[in-house]
T-cell receptor
Framework: AQSVAQPEDQVNVAEGNPLTVKCTYS??????LFWYVQYPNRGLQFLLK??????LVKGSYGFEAEFNKSQTSFHLKKPSALVSDSALYFC??????????FGKGTRLHILP | EADIYQTPRYLVIGTGKKITLECSQT?????MYWYQQDPGMELHLIHY???????EKGDLSSESTVSRIRTEHFPLTLESARPSHTSQYLC?????????????FGEGSWLTVV
């Protein structure tokens, strides 16, 4: 079965520092991978996705993600964190029956 | 920006009441989903639909029911609400035909059963 895992429940980063939110995947065939962000009392917002092509995917709000096939990872990154980036982040992948599987989420705290 | 709408956003109701959470999308998406999420926690798929007259139960057992009479509308109903139903309910949709199509979410409905 297709799956994704987010090994960190919480990540703390000082404002202005680079941030990384980790996601690893277990997918047979070509992986399709997504990142979403959730602010308090809101739904999930799409950030970016990997379908094929360049391993570095650029998305909304200055975020990017690096697809690494050898490490089966799709880590979310941003060069310089903002306090407003503090939120809950989910990676996701579709299953063969077309359901979407989400990781358990990583809470990102950006410290002023 | 996603055109998927959920109402009500917040609802407090008494035990035993019947409630319907509405979800509508104007993107013409065939596939629609309902997720349940406790605050700050993971998402659990409770229902999904591949199109009109199609409904399936998700991975988490739920006492709620859904219907899909029109493409754009996917309401969720609880016949008799209980405090254990207190949670956030997220509706989502995406285009059929390609697994890499993006799934879009509504803003969520917060349900509190007292």
């Amino acid at each position: 079965a297709q799956s994704v895992a987010q090994p960190e429940d919480q990540v703390n980063v000082a404002e202005g520092n680079p941030l990384t939110v980790k996601c690893t995947y277990s997918v047979s065939g070509n992986p399709y991978l997504f990142w979403y962000v959730q602010y308090p009392n809101r739904g999930l917002q799409f950030l970016l996705k990997y379908i094929t092509g360049d391993n570095l995917v650029k998305g909304s709000y200055g975020f990017e993600a690096e697809f690494n096939k050898s490490q089966t990872s799709f880590h979310l990154k941003k060069p310089s964190a903002l306090v407003s980036d503090s939120a809950l982040y989910f990676c996701a992948t579709p299953q063969r029956d077309d359901k979407i599987i989400f990781g358990k989420g990583t809470r990102l705290h950006i410290l002023p | 920006e996603a055109d998927i709408y959920q109402t009500p956003r917040y609802l407090v109701i008494g035990t035993g009441k019947k409630i319907t959470l509405e979800c509508s999308q104007t993107m013409g998406h065939d596939k629609m989903y309902w997720y349940q999420q406790d605050p700050g926690m993971e998402l659990h798929l409770i229902h999904y639909s591949y199109g009109v007259n199609s409904t399936e139960k998700g991975d988490l057992s739920s006492e709620s029911t859904v219907s899909r009479i029109r493409t754009e509308h996917f309401p969720l109903t609880l016949e008799s609400a209980r405090p254990s139903h207190t949670s956030q309910y997220l509706c989502a949709s995406r285009m059929a035909g390609f697994s890499g199509n993006t799934i879009y979410f509504g803003e969520g409905s917060w349900l509190t059963v007292v």
